[in-house]
């Protein structure tokens, strides 16, 4: 069974930068869509940044022109670099890939953002 496992998140002050890391135990075939979710104390699961398998990006307003989703195909990895951090970024962050055989999601990492 293929797991995602995430590093990276903490405790940053606003106005700085924190990078998520999803690498994937093992390889995952006819991958389509791999996205970063969160979800607030209190809020539901939003999706923050996703990349199709032919390379477009899509993200939600709140977080444009700060965040960045990129990816390894050679490593069945995804990142998300989130820079100019806001205190309303607080959230614990998944990363999920959705390929022909189902759904898989990481573990989930707290980003916490003080003002």
């Known amino acids: 069974q293929v797991q995602l496992v995430q590093s990276g998140g903490g405790l940053v002050r606003a106005g700085g930068s924190l990078r998520l890391s999803c690498a994937a135990s093992g390889y995952i075939f006819g991958i389509n869509i791999m996205a970063w979710y969160r979800q607030a104390t209190g809020k539901q699961r939003e999706m923050v940044a996703a990349i199709v398998s032919g390379g477009a990006t899509t993200y939600v307003d709140s977080v444009k022109g700060r965040f960045t989703i990129s990816r390894d195909n050679a490593k069945n990895a995804l990142y998300l670099q989130m820079n100019s951090l806001k205190p309303e970024d607080t959230a614990v962050y998944y990363c999920?890939?959705?390929?022909?055989?189902?759904?898989?999601w990481g573990q989930g990492t707290q980003v916490t953002v003080s003002s």
């Open positions: 999920k890939i959705t390929s022909s055989n189902g759904g898989y």
